[in-house]
């Protein structure tokens, strides 16, 4: 028999795996939502390897744990995780949760438009799905505050020399530069390519650049980098952008919140007013819309909430099982 059992409710949306736990995870303990992410880091990141690792996942998996909000009347709350730990936010996982919660029941449904709030560790998110018959379709999150912390910055890139470049937040910090500063193409250059030159520029903008929250310390950290196809003025075309964040991990989808943070970096640059809508592209060519709908302040910074629309999709149920005496309980190869 089994050890240890968890089930889960695999989902994607825009191509990015998104795999909800919803049974066997224990208790998560703490008085708010990043001290509850604290507690899985020490106390429960066995499990976190165990569902996002081989064999049972790979090095771009990603998930989500439901826990118990603290913000008061907030519907729902939840952690997510990764291939190295645990994100503040994640613009695709909330659109699949979006869905989950509604068609699961944890939300009730109301045809044609369902209105709850999720609280995520970046803060407090509002979710809108559509719903016909049962079903969820489109969803939309209006997103913690974004703003633009480095603009226009020199950062020097080992092997790709002087890199200018800006970071921002979208409920988690990101580096963006154009693909093009480093000889490469979006869509065109080999996925290997991109990834090594985000990388190097993560880790040199870590070393390069501070970064601070007005709200807590623990979301001072640059989750990745975002390459673009420097198509920043707004136009009716998709712009298109790739993000590798955490350990090297590739998003499928155009990345939410990189998406809210790209839009504070385009609203601030003029190039995109309150109200109008720009579709983002992903490598493998699905599709989120953002526009910024309201101005607003994060300590002394300018900042815009930002909503982001796009739909998620089941691809399956699994009850995952991690016997006493297996000896490669999670493991990554590159």
């Given at each position: 028999?089994?050890?240890?059992?968890?089930?889960?409710?695999?989902?994607?949306?825009?191509?990015?795996?998104?795999?909800?736990?919803?049974?066997?995870?224990?208790?998560?303990?703490?008085?708010?939502?990043?001290?509850?992410?604290?507690?899985?880091?020490?106390?429960?990141?066995?499990?976190?390897?165990?569902?996002?690792?081989?064999?049972?996942?790979?090095?771009?998996?990603?998930?989500?744990?439901?826990?118990?909000?603290?913000?008061?009347?907030?519907?729902?709350?939840?952690?997510?995780?990764?291939?190295?730990?645990?994100?503040?936010?994640?613009?695709?996982?909330?659109?699949?949760?979006?869905?989950?919660?509604?068609?699961?029941?944890?939300?009730?449904?109301?045809?044609?438009?369902?209105?709850?709030?999720?609280?995520?560790?970046?803060?407090?998110?509002?979710i809108s799905a559509e719903v016909q018959g049962g079903r969820?379709?489109?969803?939309?999150?209006?997103?913690?505050?974004?703003?633009?912390?480095?603009?226009?910055?020199?950062?020097?890139?080992?092997?790709?020399?002087?890199?200018?470049?800006?970071?921002?937040?979208?409920?988690?910090?990101?580096?963006?530069?154009?693909?093009?500063?480093?000889?490469?193409?979006?869509?065109?250059?080999?996925?290997?390519?991109?990834?090594?030159?985000?990388?190097?520029?993560?880790?040199?903008?870590?070393?390069?650049?501070?970064?601070?929250?007005?709200?807590?310390?623990?979301?001072?950290?640059?989750?990745?980098?975002?390459?673009?196809?420097?198509?920043?003025?707004?136009?009716?075309?998709?712009?298109?952008?790739?993000?590798?964040?955490?350990?090297?991990?590739?998003?499928?989808?155009?990345?939410?919140?990189?998406?809210?943070?790209?839009?504070?970096?385009?609203?601030?640059?003029?190039?995109?007013?309150?109200?109008?809508?720009?579709?983002?592209?992903?490598?493998?060519?699905?599709?989120?819309?953002?526009?910024?709908?309201?101005?607003?302040?994060?300590?002394?910074?300018p900042a815009v909430i930002v909503e982001v629309g796009g739909?998620?999709?089941?691809?399956?149920?699994?009850?995952?099982?991690?016997?006493?005496?297996?000896?490669?309980?999670?493991?990554?190869?590159?």
């Amino acid at each position: 028999m089994p050890g240890l059992t968890l089930r889960t409710v695999d989902m994607h949306t825009g191509g990015e795996p998104v795999r909800i736990v919803v049974a066997g995870y224990p208790e998560v303990i703490g008085t708010t939502i990043l001290a509850k992410r604290r507690y899985v880091k020490d106390h429960l990141d066995h499990l976190r390897r165990l569902l996002m690792h081989e064999p049972r996942g790979h090095a771009d998996m990603y998930g989500v744990i439901p826990v118990a909000p603290d913000l008061p009347g907030t519907d729902l709350a939840v952690l997510f995780m990764h291939n190295e730990g645990y994100s503040t936010m994640c613009g695709h996982a909330t659109i699949a949760v979006g869905r989950w919660a509604i068609e699961s029941g944890r939300v009730a449904a109301r045809a044609p438009i369902t209105e709850f709030t999720l609280q995520v560790p970046a803060g407090l998110v509002r979710i809108s799905a559509e719903v016909q018959g049962g079903r969820v379709g489109r969803v939309a999150f209006r997103s913690v505050p974004g703003f633009v912390e480095y603009s226009r910055a020199t950062v020097a890139v080992p092997g790709y020399g002087d890199i200018t470049l800006d970071v921002a937040y979208g409920g988690a910090f990101y580096a963006f530069a154009d693909a093009a500063d480093y000889g490469l193409r979006l869509p065109g250059s080999p996925i290997a390519d991109l990834v090594a030159a985000a990388w190097a520029t993560t880790g040199a903008v870590r070393a390069a650049l501070p970064l601070v929250h007005p709200d807590d310390p623990d979301l001072e950290f640059l989750y990745g980098t975002i390459l673009t196809d420097g198509d920043d003025a707004w136009s009716g075309r998709p712009t298109a952008n790739v993000c590798v964040f955490a350990d090297r991990q590739v998003d499928r989808s155009p990345t939410g919140s990189g998406v809210v943070a790209r839009i504070a970096l385009q609203h601030a640059a003029g190039l995109i007013p309150l109200g109008v809508e720009r579709t983002f592209a992903s490598v493998v060519g699905s599709t989120f819309t953002g526009k910024a709908v309201a101005a607003t302040r994060v300590g002394d910074r300018p900042a815009v909430i930002v909503e982001v629309g796009g739909r998620s999709y089941y691809t399956g149920e699994a009850t995952f099982s991690l016997e006493d005496d297996d000896p490669l309980p999670a493991f990554l190869i590159r």
